[in-house]
């Protein structure tokens, strides 16, 4: 995927100096090999400098990992460690990290190789606190050689996406059509998480893709976007002013990233897109975003940075959908209900026109936009990319500021299933288990939009990671919560 980091980690070992050297450097090896044995060697970085003792060490450790280009820091309590200078190599680390901790290899060690490492945890992540320092401490942080490195690996995507979102810089094109108060927030959060927002006119967009009629580059991009559709081409006359509009886009990123070195679009499609520029942009955005630079519709903000959260923790394309309508009780009856373990309630249709990259749908084509069609010209509305969405693990989510500026966000591990949806758009029968009670107690309730971010395969793990890091408190990341186990605003009577 382009337009994402790649993660390298420097493992730093500390030690307390009542304790023997030793004890730190031999796990660090360990947990290095045990990396290695498994995982890509190019996300790790072993700092072989100096075991860190003091404030001296910490400064030294520090420039080595800067020198060899890492971007995020795993501080491997190899024994006690010093508790001061290990927070203080993290407070002075400009980017993610986290902590981890050796446990006792075996019962020869209790005597003269014992590290105490369980005990130097807790001491770590109280001075974590006292200076103020984001750490990212797994579940269960003590570890062998192996169970830190899987740690390790659990951490790269979620070191990925914040890495991702302090050098982000959104480019929006609105302002949002009538009616979509929904897809409107306020964008001061975006500053608090380092993410640069440009906001820019509909006419600004116009302006620019008039400019590029008659590139020279347009034929190869159309030959490009034949290659993809394939027999789904059943619009070829639009393909030209597909490709000038992608270009624009393309062209604009370059141009207006700036000090960023990433970027998602908050796009304008309706009302007066289709009409003026000829066609709606679905397809464009589905390619771009099948590329890993997310382009949300109707200008939904929060959705785009959403979506860019999605792509950086799974390396994949992602979607934005409605979470658009119930699945009919004939539809669940047929092709649900004794065949897969869901009630109706858990079950509903995630739809738009047709943003889904290619690679995520079963069969696609290039259609127009139904809806729009009911009011004005078909040949002004072509340009959707439609198809059912392939079936498989998914995952809903989506951050969020409130209107009165506080984060918060939800996540929600499902599947699509293996459903003919029998409709239009990008779409697919999605079940998520107790999808009625968190549509009532978080959806509703926390007053989301109807926009969801869709990341393919389960990510809810790491994206609670993700909102946790950045600063979302625990009580304002929603989930579907199993059964017998009450929203606080639920009837416990039913």
């Keep these: 995927m382009k337009n994402i980091p790649k993660v390298k980690i420097g493992i730093v070992a500390v030690s307390r100096d009542c304790f023997p050297e030793s004890l730190s450097v031999n796990r660090r090896k360990a947990l290095v090999k045990a990396y290695s044995d498994k995982y890509d060697t190019d996300d790790i970085y072993e700092c072989p400098i100096c075991i860190v003792e003091s404030e001296i060490h910490m400064k030294a450790a520090l420039e080595d990992i800067k020198k060899a280009g890492c971007n995020a820091l795993c501080v491997y309590l190899g024994n006690f460690g010093p508790e001061i200078s290990e927070t203080m190599l993290a407070q002075q680390f400009n980017g993610p990290k986290m902590f981890v901790a050796a446990a006792e290899e075996n019962i020869g060690t209790l005597s003269d190789d014992r590290g105490d490492a369980y005990c130097g945890m807790l001491n770590a992540s109280y001075n974590l606190k006292l200076r103020?320092?984001?750490?990212?401490?797994?579940?269960?942080?003590?570890?062998?050689?192996?169970?830190?490195?899987?740690?390790?690996?659990?951490?790269?995507?979620?070191?990925?996406?914040?890495?991702?979102?302090?050098?982000?810089?959104?480019?929006?094109?609105?302002?949002?059509?009538?009616?979509?108060?929904?897809?409107?927030?306020?964008?001061?959060?975006?500053?608090?998480?380092?993410?640069?927002?440009?906001?820019?006119?509909?006419?600004?967009?116009?302006?620019?893709?008039?400019?590029?009629?008659?590139?020279?580059?347009?034929?190869?991009?159309?030959?490009?976007?034949?290659?993809?559709?394939?027999?789904?081409?059943?619009?070829?006359?639009?393909?030209?002013?597909?490709?000038?509009?992608?270009?624009?886009?393309?062209?604009?990123?370059?141009?207006?990233?700036?000090?960023?070195?990433?970027?998602?679009?908050?796009?304008?499609?309706?009302?007066?897109?289709?009409?003026?520029?000829g066609f709606v942009p679905c397809y464009v955005n589905s390619r771009l975003t099948g590329r890993g630079t997310p382009v949300s519709c109707e200008v939904d903000i929060y959705g785009a940075l959403s979506e860019y959260i999605g792509t950086c923790v799974s390396e994949d394309a992602v979607t934005l959908l409605d979470i658009n309508n119930s699945v009919p009780a004939?539809?669940?009856?047929?092709?649900?209900?004794?065949?897969?373990?869901?009630?109706?309630?858990?079950?509903?249709?995630?739809?738009?026109?047709?943003?889904?990259?290619?690679?995520?749908?079963?069969?696609?084509?290039?259609?127009?936009?139904?809806?729009?069609?009911?009011?004005?010209?078909?040949?002004?509305?072509?340009?959707?990319?439609?198809?059912?969405?392939?079936?498989?693990?998914?995952?809903?989510?989506?951050?969020?500021?409130?209107?009165?500026?506080?984060?918060?966000?939800?996540?929600?591990?499902?599947?699509?299933?293996?459903?003919?949806?029998?409709?239009?758009?990008?779409?697919?029968?999605?079940?998520?288990?107790?999808?009625?009670?968190?549509?009532?107690?978080?959806?509703?309730?926390?007053?989301?939009?109807?926009?969801?971010?869709?990341?393919?395969?389960?990510?809810?793990?790491?994206?609670?990671?993700?909102?946790?890091y950045i600063g979302v408190s625990v009580d304002e990341i929603g989930f579907n919560q199993p059964k017998g186990m009450l929203y606080k605003t639920e009837n416990p009577w039913g």
Excluded at 365 to 394: C, F, H, W
Excluded at 421 to 429: K, L
Aim: hydrophobic share 40%.
């Design 132 to 277: 103020g320092v984001r750490a990212y401490i797994p579940e269960y942080p003590v570890g062998t050689a192996e169970e830190c490195a899987d740690m390790i690996n659990e951490f790269v995507p979620i070191a990925r996406a914040v890495i991702g979102l302090s050098d982000l810089k959104i480019i929006s094109f609105g302002p949002r059509p009538l009616n979509f108060l929904a897809c409107n927030a306020p964008i001061y959060q975006l500053y608090q998480l380092g993410v640069e927002i440009e906001e820019n006119s509909e006419l600004d967009l116009f302006e620019s893709f008039n400019a590029h009629d008659g590139d020279l580059r347009i034929a190869s991009v159309v030959t490009d976007m034949e290659k993809e559709l394939g027999d789904g081409n059943k619009k070829p006359e639009i393909l030209a002013k597909l490709a000038q509009y992608e270009l624009t886009l393309l062209d604009w990123i370059e141009s207006h990233k700036g000090s960023k070195k990433y970027v998602a679009i908050a796009g304008k499609c309706w009302p007066a897109f289709q009409t003026q520029f």
């Design 330 to 468: 004939d539809m669940f009856k047929q092709d649900i209900d004794g065949k897969f373990n869901y009630t109706n309630k858990d079950t509903f249709m995630g739809f738009h026109c047709g943003n889904t990259c290619s690679s995520k749908l079963a069969a696609y084509s290039m259609k127009y936009q139904k809806i729009m069609a009911r009011s004005l010209p078909v040949e002004v509305t072509n340009g959707t990319l439609e198809g059912d969405i392939i079936p498989g693990d998914i995952t809903f989510f989506r951050l969020q500021s409130t209107a009165d500026a506080k984060l918060r966000g939800y996540i929600a591990n499902g599947e699509v299933l293996p459903v003919a949806t029998q409709s239009f758009g990008s779409i697919g029968v999605f079940a998520i288990p107790e999808m009625g009670r968190f549509y009532r107690h978080v959806l509703i309730e926390k007053n989301y939009p109807h926009h969801g971010a869709v990341a393919f395969g389960h990510h809810g793990k790491a994206l609670f990671e993700v909102f946790k």
